[in-house]
Every structure is written in C-alpha cells, then in structure tokens.
C-alpha cells in the first residue's frame, strides 16, 4: 500500500506514515543484505518513463 492510501485508511498524516516506515525499516531490514553485491543494472528506457 502507497502512503497516500495509509493516510486516508489510517486517518494520520504523511510525515507520521514516513517516520513509521522509517522506523521499521531500521529495525527489521538486514544491513548485511547487499555485501554480496557487485553489479547494479539500471534500465535508461524506464528511467525515462518514470518507471
């Protein structure tokens, strides 16, 4: 679900659903998660499009 429909089902403001999301990324999000990375691959096409 988008902030947006959070805030209208929720009844509470943007800033309020960001801290939120902030907050539980912090805790539950592994920062170990991307050591193993070594390549990024970026599409320009959709970049373009606001994909």
């Not at 089902?9 to 539950?28: P, S």
């Not at 592994?30 to 970026?42: K, N, P, S």
């Amino acid at each position: 679900m988008d902030k947006s429909a959070t805030c209208r089902l929720m009844a509470i403001n943007w800033r309020t659903v960001g801290t939120i999301l902030e907050r539980v990324v912090a805790q539950r999000l592994d920062a170990q998660r991307l050591e193993e990375l070594y390549i990024i691959g970026v599409d320009e096409v959709s970049h373009l499009r606001h994909h």
